[in-house]
C-alpha cells in the first residue's frame, strides 16, 4: 500500500519560511520522480515543484528563486524549502509520487 504523509505546515508571516516534508512508503522512492502541488481554496489543484530520479528539479514562474525542491532517497523523503513567503501562497500543499499517488496535504497560511 502506497502512503505519502507531509507535514511542516502552519501559520507563518509574510517574508518567512517554512519546510515541508513528503515521507512516501510502499514504492521503490528513488525510481520515481516526485512533486509538490498546492491548492488554494475555490482555484485548481497547480504544480509548483518537481524532481527526477536524477535531481532535474523544475518549479512554477510564481515560485523560481523563493522554492526549493529536494529528496533524501534514504529517507524516502521529499522536501519543499518556501522562503520569501506571500499570502498568495497560502494553500494546501500536496505532494505526489511517481506521477499516481496523492498525500492527504498540508496547510500552509501566509498571514500577518
Known amino acids: 500500500q502506497v502512503q505519502l504523509v507531509e507535514s511542516g505546515g502552519g501559520l507563518v508571516q509574510p517574508g518567512g519560511s517554512l519546510k515541508l516534508s513528503c515521507l512516501v512508503s510502499?514504492?521503490?522512492?528513488?525510481?520515481?520522480?516526485m512533486e509538490w502541488y498546492r491548492q488554494a481554496p475555490g482555484k485548481q489543484r497547480d504544480l509548483v515543484a518537481s524532481i527526477t530520479p536524477g535531481d532535474y528539479t523544475n518549479y512554477a514562474d510564481s515560485v523560481k528563486g523563493r522554492f526549493t525542491i529536494s529528496r533524501d532517497n534514504a529517507k524516502n523523503t521529499v522536501y519543499l524549502q518556501m522562503n520569501s513567503l506571500k499570502p498568495e501562497d497560502t494553500a494546501v500543499y500536496y505532494c505526489?509520487?511517481?506521477?499516481?499517488?496523492w498525500g492527504k496535504g498540508t496547510l500552509v497560511t501566509v498571514s500577518s
Open positions: 510502499g514504492i521503490f522512492f528513488s525510481r520515481y520522480t
Open positions: 505526489r509520487a511517481a506521477m499516481a499517488y
